[in-house]
């Protein structure tokens, strides 16, 4: 049973570029979560995607972006980067939220390293 | 909004010794689950043992155990019989319970980076 995967696993760009990236969630997993963690700080959740749709949003510019597609896959894009946008930036995958009594622990994945120069 | 707060940036323990991470949090819920995660240097993040908010019982999952204070906010963690492969960077986690628009947002707090002295 493949966990959650995301890819590239390490990225450099420079300032002003996009990027995208991308993960797969665990199998069975339809809601996928995405979180920017800064060196040596907590994940700070960017947003949450589920059939599809964007469901949540934590406090972040309009500069980032997601998608889901059918397969529950995702991408999170980030135009104009800024050298703050280094980290490393975490998929979460879980079941169908808001369902009571329905275990919606998140399985992350193993992170990819933005560095912006 | 809700937060959570690791006061304690690093920790050390001998191996073998028992160590005792701290946790705080602040919310308004009545429903809500919290979370201890390890992320080693492999970055990848790792769920430790999770604490229903309904459920008094503190949990355990061998080697660990939280101390849930609900009134006080407080959820610390406890590692028993530590070994070297739990040095790591250790965070606390809120997430509201089922039903809520922000259902499934995860909190984490600032960490807490644990070595494990042989």
């Known amino acids: 049973d493949a966990g959650v995967t995301q890819s590239p696993t390490h990225l450099i760009k420079t300032r002003g570029q996009q990027v995208t990236l991308r993960c797969s969630p665990k199998s069975g997993h339809d809601t996928v979560s995405w979180y920017q963690q800064a060196l040596g700080q907590g994940p700070q959740f960017i947003f949450q995607?589920?059939?599809?749709?964007?469901?949540q949003r934590g406090n972040f510019p309009d500069r980032f972006s997601g998608h889901q597609y059918p397969n529950y896959s995702s991408e999170l894009n980030v135009n104009a980067l800024l050298l703050g946008d280094s980290a490393l930036y975490l998929c979460?995958?879980?079941?169908?939220?808001?369902?009571?009594?329905?275990?919606?622990?998140?399985?992350f994945g193993p992170g990819t390293r933005l560095t912006v120069l | 909004a809700q937060t959570v707060t690791q006061s304690q940036p690093e920790m050390s323990v001998q191996e073998a010794e028992t160590v005792t991470l701290s946790c705080t949090y602040d919310t308004s819920e009545s429903d809500y689950y919290l979370f201890w995660y390890k992320q080693p240097p492999s970055r990848q993040m790792i769920l430790v043992i999770r604490q229903e908010a309904y459920k008094q019982q503190n949990a355990t999952e061998n080697r660990f155990s939280v101390n849930f204070q609900k009134a006080a906010k407080s959820f610390s963690l406890k590692i028993s019989d530590s070994q070297l492969g739990d040095a790591a960077m250790y965070f606390c986690?809120?997430?509201?319970?089922?039903?809520?628009?922000?259902?499934?947002?995860?909190?984490f707090g600032q960490g807490t980076i644990l070595t494990v002295h042989p």
């Open positions: 986690a809120y997430r509201r319970g089922a039903g809520g628009t922000s259902y499934g947002k995860l909190t």
């Open positions: 995607y589920y059939e599809e749709e964007e469901r």
């Open positions: 979460a995958s879980s079941g169908k939220p808001g369902l009571a009594g329905v275990d919606n622990e998140q399985f």
